[in-house]
């Protein structure tokens, strides 16, 4: 189940990345980054309201949010500080960047999990993950040549370092994510009440000291109607996430490959919407990180 559950999970990523995309072109990052995760705060928001008012019902229909202690808190509050750091990073690298080359760079996010799940977790990939998992980095490196024929210089241009860096810390997250469920018990509408309002607080302070005191700025913003949609579709994808990695037999590594099946839905349908170059280029590596997913989640 926890596998179907990671399904699940790639599917509403796949449409986040859609309407990130959208939200971000030609827009002000922090405001819409600041909106999307503020719409994921006020969707969870009723549930924490209702657990502290009718608990006995929201245990029954399992959206119960959990009384945690401060050193729970605190343990959220630097997954904030994580994600906050790797979504920054990320939506200026989307907003100047193709999203038929964001997304597959993305795509390499198992390789640090996979690291990090047998160092840390002591998880053993057996013979076909490993083809898996080196099938996707090999794609992921076609990828980079098909950008150098969009004018992107994946040694020079520094929103490739910037998508690299949000990937690795994304990465992070997901281990951490593993430790925060498995080993503190947290259900996932706890964790996401609370990681949306730390990281809520974490961008209001980044935007009061670089957007807020700017009236241009603050002009050149534009309210659309995928960034809520953003946040909704994103707490949507973590809650079965999260879902799957309550499960004690869940592996780290096979749930962060799972979730980058998203990449069908980015690079087919983002190519057509947004009528990128060389769509059909990019099938080639993207077959490669399908089969390589596959080998990794059925193996």
Known sequence: MWMYLGLLAALFLGLHNLCKKHAVQGNEVFPVLLGTISAGFFLIFPFYLGSI???EYLKEIGFYIMAISWQTHGFIFIKSMIMASSWVLAY?????????????????GPFFTFIGAIFIYKESPNFWQWIGFFLIILSVLLYSRIGKKEGINFKRNKWIF????ATFLGACSGLYD?????????????????????????????LSINWF???????????????????????????????????????????????????????????????????????????????????????
């Open 53 to 55: 008012f009718y608990p």
């Open 178 to 206: 593993k430790f925060l469920v498995q080993s503190l018990h947290l259900n996932p509408q706890t964790l996401l009440f609370w990681f949306c309002f730390y990281t809520t607080l974490i961008l209001l302070i980044i």
């Open 162 to 165: 910037a998508i690299i860096g």
């Open 213 to 299: 005191p700017y009236a241009d700025k603050r002009k050149a913003f534009k309210f659309r109607w995928s960034i809520p949609a953003v946040g909704i579709l994103l707490q949507t994808a973590d809650y079965f996430y999260f879902k799957a990695l309550q499960d004690p037999d869940a592996l780290i590594m096979l749930l962060s490959a799972i979730k980058r099946s998203q990449i069908i839905i980015a690079v087919v349908v983002g190519g057509l919407l947004f009528k990128e170059q060389n769509k059909r280029k990019k099938l080639v590596p993207l077959f490669g990180i399908m089969l390589g997913v596959f080998l990794i989640l059925y193996s």
């Open 92 to 108: 200026q690298a989307l907003k100047h960047l193709p999203i038929t080359i964001v997304t597959p760079i993305r795509s390499a």
